[in-house]
């Protein structure tokens, strides 16, 4: 069972910067793609950012392309959301999800069968 635990959530102004870490449980770290989602309050879940096996294999979503960027290190088992220029409308909770599978989406939220708790991003206007 893999298990997940994000960090680093919280306040901050718009303009702002916050960075997100998850930790993994599983090994070996490697063998896993890894993606943050956020959903924010009466919205669905929406994918954010992924990595692939490698660390430069990275896709994002259109809204955060130039602010965010997403990160791992196989060495900590760790994954990481680093997050500039932030806006009001980044406001969420940030989940970190892993797959194994290479062959699914890596958008789609029923990819991942691994979840973290979630973290709370609130940007103020």
């Known amino acids: 069972q893999v298990q997940l635990v994000e960090s680093g959530g919280g306040l901050v102004q718009a303009g702002g910067s916050l960075r997100l870490s998850c930790a993994a449980s599983?090994?070996?770290?490697?063998?896993?793609?890894l993606a943050w989602f956020r959903q924010a309050p009466g919205k669905e879940r929406d994918f954010v950012a992924h990595?692939?096996?490698?660390?430069?294999?990275?896709y994002y979503t259109d809204s955060v392309k130039g602010r965010f960027t997403i990160s791992r290190d196989n060495a900590k088992n760790a994954v990481y959301l680093e997050m500039n220029g932030l806006k009001p409308e980044d406001t969420a909770v940030y989940y970190c999800?892993?797959?194994?599978?290479?062959?699914?989406?890596?958008?789609?939220?029923?990819?991942?069968?691994?979840w973290g708790q979630g973290t709370q991003v609130t940007v103020s206007s």
């Open positions: 999800a892993a797959k194994v599978a290479t062959r699914t989406s890596v958008v789609t939220t029923t990819s991942y069968p691994y």
């Open positions: 599983t090994r070996p770290f490697s063998a896993y793609t």
């Open positions: 990595v692939g096996w490698s660390a430069h294999d990275t």
